[in-house]
Protein backbone atom coordinates (compact mmCIF):
# COMPACT_ATOMS: atom_id res chain seq x y z
CA UNK A 1 0.00 0.00 0.00
CA UNK A 2 1.68 3.17 -0.37
CA UNK A 3 1.21 6.55 1.00
CA UNK A 4 -2.73 8.59 -0.02
CA UNK A 5 -0.15 11.31 0.24
CA UNK A 6 2.15 10.58 -2.58
CA UNK A 7 1.65 11.55 -6.40
CA UNK A 8 3.71 11.13 -9.18
CA UNK A 9 3.65 14.74 -11.46
CA UNK A 10 6.17 16.12 -14.44
CA UNK A 11 5.60 19.36 -13.35
CA UNK A 12 4.78 21.53 -10.19
CA UNK A 13 5.11 25.20 -9.16
CA UNK A 14 8.40 25.85 -11.81
CA UNK A 15 9.61 22.36 -11.58
CA UNK A 16 9.44 20.13 -14.76
CA UNK A 17 10.81 16.65 -15.79
CA UNK A 18 11.10 14.44 -18.34
CA UNK A 19 9.97 11.20 -15.98
CA UNK A 20 7.02 11.68 -13.48
CA UNK A 21 8.40 11.58 -10.07
CA UNK A 22 7.27 11.01 -6.25
CA UNK A 23 5.62 14.21 -5.17
CA UNK A 24 4.04 14.45 -1.43
CA UNK A 25 1.11 16.75 -1.41
CA UNK A 26 1.37 16.84 2.36
CA UNK A 27 4.48 18.31 1.62
CA UNK A 28 3.97 19.76 -1.43
CA UNK A 29 7.23 19.18 -3.14
CA UNK A 30 9.10 16.58 -5.12
CA UNK A 31 10.72 14.03 -2.65
CA UNK A 32 14.16 12.66 -2.87
CA UNK A 33 14.39 9.23 -4.60
CA UNK A 34 15.55 7.41 -1.53
CA UNK A 35 12.24 8.66 0.34
CA UNK A 36 10.02 7.44 -2.29
CA UNK A 37 10.89 3.66 -1.29
CA UNK A 38 9.11 4.65 2.11
CA UNK A 39 6.05 6.76 0.03
CA UNK A 40 6.09 3.32 -1.96
CA UNK A 41 6.04 0.88 0.83
CA UNK A 42 9.12 -0.99 -0.83
CA UNK A 43 11.59 -3.48 0.83
CA UNK A 44 10.25 -3.77 4.66
CA UNK A 45 9.51 0.29 4.66
CA UNK A 46 6.16 1.64 6.00
CA UNK A 47 5.29 5.26 5.41
CA UNK A 48 2.70 4.91 8.32
CA UNK A 49 5.92 4.53 10.69
CA UNK A 50 8.77 5.64 8.97
CA UNK A 51 7.89 9.05 7.36
CA UNK A 52 7.73 11.99 9.38
CA UNK A 53 5.86 13.30 6.93
CA UNK A 54 3.41 11.50 7.04
CA UNK A 55 3.09 11.05 10.47
CA UNK A 56 2.86 14.96 10.89
CA UNK A 57 -0.25 14.97 8.30
CA UNK A 58 -1.82 11.82 8.92
CA UNK A 59 -4.97 13.93 10.85
CA UNK A 60 -5.24 15.72 7.32
CA UNK A 61 -6.87 12.57 5.97
CA UNK A 62 -10.44 11.28 5.75
CA UNK A 63 -11.04 7.76 7.04
CA UNK A 64 -11.80 6.68 3.05
CA UNK A 65 -8.30 7.90 2.21
CA UNK A 66 -6.10 6.47 5.13
CA UNK A 67 -5.98 2.56 3.70
CA UNK A 68 -6.61 3.21 0.38
CA UNK A 69 -4.57 2.35 -1.93
CA UNK A 70 -2.94 4.81 -4.50
CA UNK A 71 -1.85 3.22 -7.94
CA UNK A 72 0.48 5.47 -8.87
CA UNK A 73 3.85 3.45 -8.36
CA UNK A 74 6.79 4.74 -10.18
CA UNK A 75 8.15 1.98 -12.91
CA UNK A 76 10.32 -0.66 -11.76
CA UNK A 77 14.06 -0.62 -13.14
CA UNK B 1 49.57 8.45 5.43
CA UNK B 2 50.80 11.65 6.62
CA UNK B 3 51.92 15.42 5.45
CA UNK B 4 55.36 13.21 4.72
CA UNK B 5 53.29 11.72 2.10
CA UNK B 6 52.02 14.98 0.67
CA UNK B 7 55.68 16.18 0.76
CA UNK B 8 56.60 12.93 -1.28
CA UNK B 9 54.73 13.61 -3.68
CA UNK B 10 52.12 10.24 -3.93
CA UNK B 11 49.72 10.99 -7.14
CA UNK B 12 46.56 12.24 -5.67
CA UNK B 13 43.49 9.65 -6.32
CA UNK B 14 39.91 11.52 -7.64
CA UNK B 15 36.98 9.90 -6.98
CA UNK B 16 33.67 11.80 -8.59
CA UNK B 17 30.43 10.19 -6.86
CA UNK B 18 28.18 10.87 -9.69
CA UNK B 19 24.59 10.35 -8.69
CA UNK B 20 24.07 8.53 -5.58
CA UNK B 21 20.99 7.01 -4.05
CA UNK B 22 19.41 10.09 -1.99
CA UNK B 23 18.74 12.84 -4.17
CA UNK B 24 18.27 13.23 -7.52
CA UNK B 25 17.39 16.25 -10.36
CA UNK B 26 15.24 17.79 -7.60
CA UNK B 27 17.54 19.01 -5.85
CA UNK B 28 19.93 19.79 -8.60
CA UNK B 29 18.96 19.39 -12.64
CA UNK B 30 22.42 18.88 -13.86
CA UNK B 31 22.93 15.90 -11.64
CA UNK B 32 22.68 12.35 -13.72
CA UNK B 33 19.95 9.89 -13.48
CA UNK B 34 20.29 7.62 -16.37
CA UNK B 35 22.77 5.09 -17.77
CA UNK B 36 23.51 7.64 -20.64
CA UNK B 37 23.53 10.61 -18.31
CA UNK B 38 25.99 8.95 -16.03
CA UNK B 39 28.24 7.75 -18.66
CA UNK B 40 28.75 11.10 -20.31
CA UNK B 41 29.53 12.34 -16.69
CA UNK B 42 31.54 9.60 -16.25
CA UNK B 43 34.13 10.63 -19.36
CA UNK B 44 33.76 14.45 -17.91
CA UNK B 45 35.00 13.62 -14.70
CA UNK B 46 37.84 11.40 -16.06
CA UNK B 47 38.71 14.11 -18.72
CA UNK B 48 38.86 16.65 -15.51
CA UNK B 49 40.84 14.16 -13.49
CA UNK B 50 38.93 11.97 -11.76
CA UNK B 51 40.46 8.34 -11.83
CA UNK B 52 37.34 6.91 -10.28
CA UNK B 53 33.76 6.71 -10.51
CA UNK B 54 31.48 6.14 -7.71
CA UNK B 55 27.96 4.70 -8.79
CA UNK B 56 24.62 4.24 -7.53
CA UNK B 57 21.61 2.98 -10.12
CA UNK B 58 18.40 4.30 -10.71
CA UNK B 59 14.72 3.75 -12.05
CA UNK B 60 13.99 6.16 -14.74
CA UNK B 61 12.11 7.96 -12.57
CA UNK B 62 15.32 8.71 -10.67
CA UNK B 63 14.58 6.10 -7.85
CA UNK B 64 17.01 4.04 -6.05
CA UNK B 65 17.51 0.50 -7.81
CA UNK B 66 19.52 -2.07 -6.69
CA UNK B 67 19.33 -4.46 -9.74
CA UNK B 68 22.69 -5.90 -11.60
CA UNK B 69 21.24 -5.68 -14.99
CA UNK B 70 20.80 -1.67 -14.01
CA UNK B 71 24.26 -1.54 -13.07
CA UNK B 72 25.17 -3.20 -16.19
CA UNK B 73 23.31 -0.53 -18.28
CA UNK B 74 25.40 1.99 -16.48
CA UNK B 75 29.09 0.01 -16.92
CA UNK B 76 28.21 -0.45 -20.50
CA UNK B 77 27.64 3.35 -20.97
CA UNK B 78 30.38 4.51 -18.56
CA UNK B 79 32.85 1.70 -21.02
CA UNK B 80 31.48 3.44 -24.24
CA UNK B 81 32.02 7.08 -22.89
CA UNK B 82 35.00 7.21 -20.71
CA UNK B 83 38.18 6.17 -21.63
CA UNK B 84 39.48 4.11 -18.96
CA UNK B 85 38.36 4.75 -15.52
CA UNK B 86 38.08 2.81 -12.57
CA UNK B 87 34.29 1.45 -11.78
CA UNK B 88 33.27 1.73 -8.64
CA UNK B 89 29.70 0.47 -7.32
CA UNK B 90 27.98 1.45 -4.24
CA UNK B 91 26.63 -1.31 -2.20
CA UNK B 92 24.97 0.92 0.35
CA UNK B 93 21.12 0.61 0.32
CA UNK B 94 19.13 2.10 3.55
CA UNK B 95 16.13 0.34 3.87
CA UNK B 96 16.82 -2.38 1.75
CA UNK B 97 16.91 -6.02 2.30
CA UNK B 98 20.87 -8.03 2.02
CA UNK B 99 20.25 -9.50 -0.23
CA UNK B 100 19.39 -6.20 -2.91
CA UNK B 101 23.14 -5.20 -1.70
CA UNK B 102 24.53 -7.76 -3.12
CA UNK B 103 23.39 -7.61 -6.77
CA UNK B 104 25.73 -3.91 -7.66
CA UNK B 105 28.61 -6.74 -7.37
CA UNK B 106 27.01 -9.30 -10.06
CA UNK B 107 28.17 -7.37 -13.03
CA UNK B 108 29.82 -8.81 -15.89
CA UNK B 109 32.75 -7.89 -15.65
CA UNK B 110 32.48 -7.33 -11.42
CA UNK B 111 33.69 -3.37 -11.17
CA UNK B 112 36.60 -2.93 -9.80
CA UNK B 113 35.84 -1.96 -6.48
CA UNK B 114 32.62 -1.58 -4.44
CA UNK B 115 31.91 0.50 -1.08
CA UNK B 116 31.57 -1.75 1.98
CA UNK B 117 29.94 0.79 4.97
CA UNK B 118 30.70 -0.19 8.11
CA UNK B 119 28.06 0.49 10.24
CA UNK B 120 24.81 2.03 11.08
CA UNK B 121 23.81 5.18 9.92
CA UNK B 122 20.40 7.23 10.77
CA UNK B 123 18.63 8.82 7.92
CA UNK B 124 15.74 10.91 8.66
CA UNK B 125 13.74 10.66 11.60
CA UNK B 126 12.65 7.16 11.47
CA UNK B 127 15.41 4.80 9.14
CA UNK B 128 18.57 3.28 10.14
CA UNK B 129 21.22 1.80 7.41
CA UNK B 130 22.06 -0.75 9.62
CA UNK B 131 25.23 -2.99 7.79
CA UNK B 132 25.50 -4.98 10.70
CA UNK B 133 28.93 -6.88 10.60
CA UNK B 134 27.08 -10.08 9.26
CA UNK B 135 26.17 -7.77 6.08
CA UNK B 136 29.32 -6.09 6.05
CA UNK B 137 31.10 -9.72 6.04
CA UNK B 138 28.96 -11.28 3.55
CA UNK B 139 29.10 -8.42 1.09
CA UNK B 140 33.14 -8.64 1.99
CA UNK B 141 32.95 -12.18 1.01
CA UNK B 142 31.64 -12.07 -2.25
CA UNK B 143 33.90 -9.34 -2.88
CA UNK B 144 37.08 -11.21 -2.75
CA UNK B 145 34.76 -14.24 -4.28
CA UNK B 146 34.86 -11.75 -7.69
CA UNK B 147 37.79 -9.76 -7.06
CA UNK B 148 36.26 -6.83 -6.06
CA UNK B 149 38.31 -3.99 -4.23
CA UNK B 150 36.32 -2.47 -0.77
CA UNK B 151 36.39 1.03 -0.07
CA UNK B 152 35.64 0.98 3.21
CA UNK B 153 32.87 3.99 3.93
CA UNK B 154 34.04 5.11 7.49
CA UNK B 155 31.22 7.75 8.39
CA UNK B 156 32.14 7.97 12.25
CA UNK B 157 34.89 7.09 14.68
CA UNK B 158 33.13 4.11 15.68
CA UNK B 159 33.41 2.50 12.54
CA UNK B 160 37.32 3.05 12.74
CA UNK B 161 37.02 0.28 15.42
CA UNK B 162 34.74 -1.79 12.81
CA UNK B 163 37.50 -1.50 10.24
CA UNK B 164 39.72 -3.09 13.06
CA UNK B 165 36.92 -5.57 13.95
CA UNK B 166 37.22 -6.85 10.07
CA UNK B 167 40.61 -6.66 9.53
CA UNK B 168 40.50 -9.17 12.85
CA UNK B 169 37.75 -10.94 11.32
CA UNK B 170 38.71 -11.22 7.81
CA UNK B 171 42.13 -11.15 5.35
CA UNK B 172 41.89 -7.67 3.44
CA UNK B 173 44.19 -6.98 0.24
CA UNK B 174 47.01 -4.24 0.89
CA UNK B 175 46.30 -2.06 0.84
CA UNK B 176 43.33 -1.09 2.93
CA UNK B 177 41.57 1.75 1.56
CA UNK B 178 38.91 3.72 3.91
CA UNK B 179 36.99 6.40 2.66
CA UNK B 180 36.80 9.31 5.97
CA UNK B 181 33.08 10.72 5.63
CA UNK B 182 32.52 14.46 7.69
CA UNK B 183 29.12 16.01 8.01
CA UNK B 184 25.87 16.12 9.80
CA UNK B 185 24.09 13.94 11.48
CA UNK B 186 25.51 10.07 12.37
CA UNK B 187 29.05 11.64 11.00
CA UNK B 188 31.79 12.49 12.17
CA UNK B 189 31.55 16.40 12.77
CA UNK B 190 33.22 18.27 10.05
CA UNK B 191 36.23 19.43 12.04
CA UNK B 192 39.90 19.50 11.19
CA UNK B 193 41.35 17.73 14.46
CA UNK B 194 38.47 15.17 13.28
CA UNK B 195 40.59 14.64 9.81
CA UNK B 196 43.59 14.52 11.69
CA UNK B 197 41.70 12.13 14.66
CA UNK B 198 40.30 9.97 12.10
CA UNK B 199 43.79 9.75 10.21
CA UNK B 200 45.95 8.52 13.30
CA UNK B 201 43.45 6.20 13.88
CA UNK B 202 43.83 3.54 10.66
CA UNK B 203 45.37 0.33 10.54
CA UNK B 204 49.27 0.95 9.66
CA UNK B 205 49.98 1.10 5.69
CA UNK B 206 45.81 2.03 5.05
CA UNK B 207 45.37 4.68 2.66
CA UNK B 208 42.57 7.38 3.31
CA UNK B 209 40.04 9.23 1.12
CA UNK B 210 38.60 12.05 2.20
CA UNK B 211 34.54 12.77 2.04
CA UNK B 212 32.84 15.87 3.33
CA UNK B 213 29.52 16.65 2.44
CA UNK B 214 27.91 19.46 1.22
CA UNK B 215 29.27 22.77 1.55
CA UNK B 216 32.22 21.01 3.34
CA UNK B 217 33.34 19.05 0.77
CA UNK B 218 35.97 21.60 -0.82
CA UNK B 219 37.88 22.44 2.46
CA UNK B 220 38.09 18.80 3.42
CA UNK B 221 39.13 17.81 0.45
CA UNK B 222 42.23 20.36 0.70
CA UNK B 223 43.05 19.03 3.72
CA UNK B 224 43.02 15.47 2.31
CA UNK B 225 45.60 16.46 -0.07
CA UNK B 226 47.93 17.98 2.02
CA UNK B 227 47.77 15.45 4.65
CA UNK B 228 48.55 12.93 2.29
CA UNK B 229 45.49 11.34 1.57
CA UNK B 230 43.04 11.40 -1.29
CA UNK B 231 39.83 12.56 -2.01
CA UNK B 232 36.07 12.21 -3.34
CA UNK B 233 33.80 14.98 -5.11
CA UNK B 234 30.63 15.17 -6.85
CA UNK B 235 27.48 15.58 -7.08
CA UNK B 236 26.59 12.53 -4.89
CA UNK B 237 27.64 14.28 -2.22
CA UNK B 238 27.21 18.31 -2.49
CA UNK B 239 25.13 19.69 -5.38
CA UNK B 240 26.44 23.25 -4.88
CA UNK B 241 29.69 24.98 -6.44
CA UNK B 242 29.15 27.62 -3.92
CA UNK B 243 26.46 29.08 -1.39
CA UNK B 244 23.35 29.59 -3.30
CA UNK B 245 24.95 28.20 -6.93
CA UNK B 246 24.12 25.26 -7.87
CA UNK B 247 26.93 22.92 -9.94
CA UNK B 248 26.82 22.83 -13.35
CA UNK B 249 28.21 19.29 -13.26
CA UNK B 250 30.28 16.99 -11.62
CA UNK B 251 33.17 17.80 -14.00
CA UNK B 252 33.00 21.20 -12.56
CA UNK B 253 34.32 20.04 -9.33
CA UNK B 254 36.57 17.26 -9.82
CA UNK B 255 37.86 20.86 -12.25
CA UNK B 256 38.30 22.63 -9.40
CA UNK B 257 39.87 20.07 -6.74
CA UNK B 258 42.64 19.58 -9.52
CA UNK B 259 43.24 23.26 -9.51
CA UNK B 260 43.78 22.80 -5.78
CA UNK B 261 46.11 19.89 -5.86
CA UNK B 262 48.02 21.77 -8.75
CA UNK B 263 48.45 24.54 -6.89
CA UNK B 264 49.66 22.68 -3.94
CA UNK B 265 51.92 20.71 -6.40
CA UNK B 266 50.31 17.30 -6.01
CA UNK B 267 50.06 15.15 -9.16
CA UNK B 268 46.93 14.04 -10.01
CA UNK B 269 47.04 10.31 -10.33
CA UNK B 270 45.63 8.67 -13.66
CA UNK B 271 43.14 5.79 -13.72
CA UNK B 272 46.61 3.43 -14.52
CA UNK B 273 48.08 5.09 -11.64
CA UNK B 274 45.20 5.11 -9.23
CA UNK B 275 45.10 1.05 -10.28
CA UNK B 276 49.30 0.71 -9.14
CA UNK B 277 48.68 3.14 -6.07
CA UNK B 278 45.08 0.69 -4.82
CA UNK B 279 46.75 -2.67 -5.87
CA UNK B 280 43.82 -3.54 -8.52
Known sequence: MTCPFLDYRDSAGDRTFDTARAYCTAAERFVQPMRADVCNDRYDLDHASDCEIF??????????????????EGPDA | MTYDDFLAGDPLIITAALTGGVHGKEANPNLPETPAEIG??????????????????????????????????????????????VI??????????????????????????????????NRYDHLTSENTRWMVDALHEEMRERGIKPELEVFNDGH??????????????DPVYATLIFGGGTLTPPRPRNLRNAVD??????????????????????????????????????????????AESNAQLVERVVRVAEELGREVASPSQARDILGL
Open chain 2, 40 to 85: RAAAAAEAAGAAVVHLHARRPNGERSFATERFQEIDDAVRRHADDV
Open chain 2, 201 to 246: NLPEGALFNTLGFGRHQLPFATMGILFGGHVRVGLEDNVYYRQGEL
Open chain 1, 55 to 72: LAHEDELDEAEIGSEVPT
Open chain 2, 88 to 121: QHSTGGTGAPAEKRHLPLRTDPAPEMASLDMGPL
Open chain 2, 160 to 173: LNEVHGLLERRELA
